[in-house]
């Protein structure tokens, strides 16, 4: 199974062909607009189920996308004002349940827990009573984390923790959190330093890292450098994280 978590910086339409590329089984995009607007505005790939997506606005949201035989459907205990997390249910051809992430963090003052931490505690449920996963664009690390704030990084990572969700980054790397060496935004589409963060995860069961898996994060020359997208722009300033679980 691939999965693949992808902050597209909005025109997706412009942009599936490019994420095809990856051969995705389920794909999680943030920034992309709904399925009925992208319908118009290009030619969409045969998926094997209907793509499901939340959003304020039509053309910005958070997308979960169906190949290859795969399929799922939004979770009963969905709450539209967790902005922008999205319950689904995998449910062939192996279940599992996905919470897709576009978590708005920014301007949050101290004494608000924000979308992720908010989200871990109301979908306890729906991350501990199957094998749960969570993709997406979080929008934060715990270097931006500070004493006494209710929205800090580490209080996710510690809920996470409790569940036995783990970033299957960090376990294939062996690196720290706040320590990563492979940025997934490079700020202004940006390379230098002080312009480059980790901040798009896919986390798994640990189970599922005693198996054999793969992760791979996308490269700035493919995604991000000028000439990759139209014009002579660059695709997006996110890179994709790409999981391989190795089996069905």
């Not at 691939?2 to 389920?26: E, M, S, Y």
């Not at 690196?175 to 390379?191: C, D, L, M, V």
């Not at 995604?223 to 139209?230: I, L, S």
Request: glycine letters at 8%; proline letters at 5%.
């Amino acid at each position: 199974m691939r999965i693949v978590a992808w902050n597209c910086a909005k025109a997706f339409h412009n942009k599936i062909g490019r994420l095809l590329t990856l051969q995705p089984d389920v794909a999680v995009i943030s920034e992309c607009a709904a399925p009925e607007v992208l319908d118009r505005k290009c030619r969409l790939p045969e998926f094997s189920a209907p793509p499901l997506w939340h959003g304020d606005h039509p053309n910005w949201g958070v997308g979960v996308f169906f190949f290859n035989g795969w399929a799922g459907r939004r979770h009963q205990q969905f709450d539209h004002n967790l902005k922008l997390l999205l319950p689904v249910e995998v449910t062939k051809p192996r279940c599992f349940n996905l919470l897709a992430v576009w978590a708005f963090t920014y301007g949050l003052r101290k004494a608000q827990r924000g979308p992720l931490n908010e989200g871990a505690e109301f979908y306890r449920q729906f991350l501990t009573k199957e094998d749960a996963v969570l993709a997406g664009d979080f929008n934060h690390n715990v270097i931006w984390d500070k004493d006494g704030w209710a929205g800090n990084f580490r209080d996710s990572l510690n809920t996470l923790d409790d569940y036995c969700l783990v970033s299957a980054y960090h376990a294939a790397k062996s690196e720290a959190q706040g320590k990563e060496t492979n940025p997934t935004i490079y700020w202004k589409k940006r390379r230098k330093d002080g312009n480059t963060y980790h901040i798009d995860y896919i986390f798994v069961p640990c189970t599922w890292t005693k198996r054999t898996f793969n992760l791979q994060i996308g490269r700035y020359d493919d995604w991000v450098a000028p000439g990759t997208g139209m014009n002579g722009k660059g695709l997006s300033d996110h890179v994709p994280v790409i999981l391989d679980t190795g089996d069905g």
